[in-house]
Each structure stands twice: as structure tokens, then as C-alpha cells.
């Protein structure tokens, strides 16, 4: 079973509710025990301020307050109708400020280039880093065979005796060279990679 919403239960305990609703309400919690038990604690609560109200401090005038508030209500609203009045208010002209939507963009924008020139910084400063270390291990790739040094030392994976030149010759900006070779004779392709860390 469905239960209703707990202000509809505060409205109905309240006799807040046009009689239409309060008749669809009233058939509901006349078989729901959960619905009966928070419209009467709703009734007791009620009851409870009530019986507050009745104890406040003497020379109070309520009628006065309940007037100035019913004044207040009056004033704003009347207020709301004269502005309307005057039809909507443009946020746009030479003497307003810049508008939300510009602001949220140019804030936008300038995090976006802050996030890529720090990703950029970061990013060359570990170039510069590898640049400076001790002798840079090279991947090298030629004709004859493919390998790497430090500049000291060095390996190179040299193709077979067959055929002196490869076929393919491939270099990547990732530190890794490799070389294809081809036997002119059974058409077999040896390939040899290197790869650099």
C-alpha cells in the first residue's frame, strides 16, 4: 500500500485541505494504521504548542503583532506588483557589471589554462631531467642493423649476412628503433626491434 507524503498527513491533521482532498485523504487513513499514527501525533503536537501559546507572557499584543505582520505581507506584495510593473530587468548596459554566465566562462577558461601550463611544465621539466642525466641511452637504427648506446657503450642487432640493406627502417620518439630485412632468395623477413626504458 502506498502511503501519502508526510505534508499532505500535516495539512489533513491541520484541516488545512480543501474538503475534496480531505475526503480522498480520510478514506486512506481510515485504513492505514502508519497514516493514522502521524496524523496523531501531528494532532498532539498541535495541541502541544497550543497549550504553549496559552502560557505567554502577559501585556503582549497579539492583535497588534498579528496586524503588522498582515500590513507586511500587504506592502510586499504590492511592492512585487508595482516592479512587475515595469516589466523585466535587463541585466545588460554599459553601467552593469559583468553578467554570471561570462564570469562562469572566463573562470572556466583561466582553470583550463592554468591546468595545461602546469601539465606542460611538468611535462618539460621531466625532459629537461632526462636531458641532464648521465649519458642518454640512444636507440639507432641503419641499414645494417638496429642497437643502442650510452655513449660509452653499445649493442646493435645486425641483420642477416644475405642481404647488407633492410627493407624497413622505423625509429619512434618513444625509444625504440627496429628493422625489417628481406631474403631476395625464400622471401623469409627477419625483423629486429630495440627498445629503450
Not at 502521524?38 to 503582549?60: I, K, L, S, Y
Not at 573562470?107 to 611535462?123: E, M
Amino acid at each position: 500500500m502506498k502511503h501519502l507524503s508526510i505534508d499532505k498527513l500535516a495539512l489533513y491533521s491541520g484541516s488545512e485541505l480543501p474538503w475534496w482532498t480531505r475526503l480522498a485523504i480520510q478514506r486512506h487513513v481510515s485504513s492505514c494504521t502508519q497514516c493514522q499514527h502521524e496524523v496523531a501525533q501531528f494532532r498532539e503536537t498541535a495541541e502541544a504548542v497550543r497549550m504553549e501559546t496559552e502560557e505567554m507572557p502577559a501585556g503582549v499584543q497579539w492583535e497588534r503583532l498579528a496586524a503588522e505582520m498582515r500590513a507586511n505581507v500587504r506592502l510586499g506584495l504590492e511592492a512585487s506588483d508595482a516592479i512587475s510593473a515595469y516589466g523585466p530587468v535587463t541585466e545588460s548596459g554599459p553601467g552593469q557589471g559583468m553578467s554570471w554566465r561570462v564570469a562562469a566562462l572566463a573562470t572556466g577558461f583561466v582553470v583550463l589554462l592554468s591546468i595545461g601550463y602546469w601539465l606542460n611544465a611538468a611535462k618539460k621539466s621531466e625532459q629537461l631531467a632526462a636531458m641532464r642525466a648521465a649519458d642518454p641511452v640512444v636507440a639507432e637504427a641503419s641499414e645494417n642493423g638496429v642497437g643502442m648506446s650510452d655513449g660509452n657503450k653499445g649493442m646493435v642487432l645486425q641483420g642477416p649476412r644475405a642481404s647488407n640493406r633492410a627493407a624497413i627502417v622505423t625509429v619512434s620518439t618513444r625509444g625504440s628503433a627496429g628493422a625489417q630485412y628481406v631474403d631476395e632468395e625464400t622471401g623469409q623477413v627477419t625483423v629486429n626491434h630495440v627498445y629503450v626504458e
